[in-house]
C-alpha cells in the first residue's frame, strides 16, 4: 500500500477516490473487511459508571492493538457536516484533544457533502484515551483512524465501532472479539 506520511487526505483519496472516511458508509464498500463491535455489553451505548467508561477505553484499545502495532504512523479523520469549508480568522483552527487537523479539506459524499479534514500522528497516540472517550460520550463523531502502511481502519462511534481489516483476516477477529460482537444476523 502507498505511504503518503505528510498528506492524510491525499493518501485517503488515492485508496478511496470521493468516498468519505466513516464507517457507516464504508461498511456497504468494504463488507468482505468490515466488522461491527460494541464498546458495552449488552450493546449498551452509553457508560452509566466509572467501570463502564473504562470498559469502553479497554475495548476500543485492544480492537486498535489488533488492527495497529506500537509506533505506527496512523492518520485520523474527521468527516462532518458543516456549513462551510472556510475558516474564519477569529475561529479557532480545527482540532481533536488538542492536536490540529490540516488546514486542507475535502468534500466528499453525497449533497451535503462531508467536509473531511486529517492529522498524522502514530499508534498509540497519547490523546487515544481521550478520543476514545470524547466519542462514547458522543462530543465527538466522524472519526477514522487508518494505518496508511496496511489499510486497517477503525470507526469509533457512540456504542461501538466499525473495524475494516486489511492485515488481519476479518474472521479472526470476528473470532478473537466475538463476546463484543452483535447477535444480529447482518452484524449491525
Not at 64 to 91: C, D, H, K, N, Q
Not at 97 to 119: H, I, K, N, W
Request: with cysteine; proline share 9%; charged share 25%.
Amino acid at each position: 500500500m502507498h505511504v503518503n506520511s505528510s498528506d492524510p487526505l491525499a493518501w485517503w483519496n488515492s485508496l478511496a477516490t470521493g468516498l468519505p472516511p466513516r464507517g457507516h458508509l464504508l461498511r456497504d464498500h468494504w463488507r468482505e473487511r468490515w466488522l461491527r463491535l460494541h464498546s458495552l455489553p449488552g450493546a449498551k451505548r452509553y457508560a452509566d459508571t466509572p467501570e463502564e467508561a473504562r470498559e469502553i477505553v479497554q475495548r476500543h484499545e485492544a480492537v486498535g492493538s489488533a488492527l495497529f502495532t506500537a509506533g505506527e504512523p496512523l492518520f485520523v479523520f474527521r468527516a462532518i457536516w458543516e456549513p462551510s469549508p472556510r475558516r474564519s480568522r477569529s475561529r479557532p483552527r480545527p482540532q481533536i484533544a488538542g492536536r490540529q487537523f490540516r488546514e486542507t479539506v475535502c468534500e466528499m459524499g453525497e449533497d451535503p457533502p462531508l467536509q473531511v479534514r486529517g492529522l498524522a500522528t502514530t499508534w498509540k497516540p497519547d490523546f487515544f484515551e481521550a478520543l476514545v472517550a470524547l466519542v462514547a460520550d458522543n462530543q465527538e463523531v466522524g472519526l477514522s483512524l487508518a494505518s496508511p502502511a496496511t489499510g486497517n481502519m477503525l470507526c469509533p462511534y457512540d456504542g461501538g465501532m466499525d473495524v475494516f481489516s486489511v492485515s488481519v483476516a476479518p474472521n479472526e477477529l470476528a473470532a478473537r472479539f466475538a463476546a463484543w460482537r452483535s447477535s444480529q444476523p447482518d452484524g449491525l
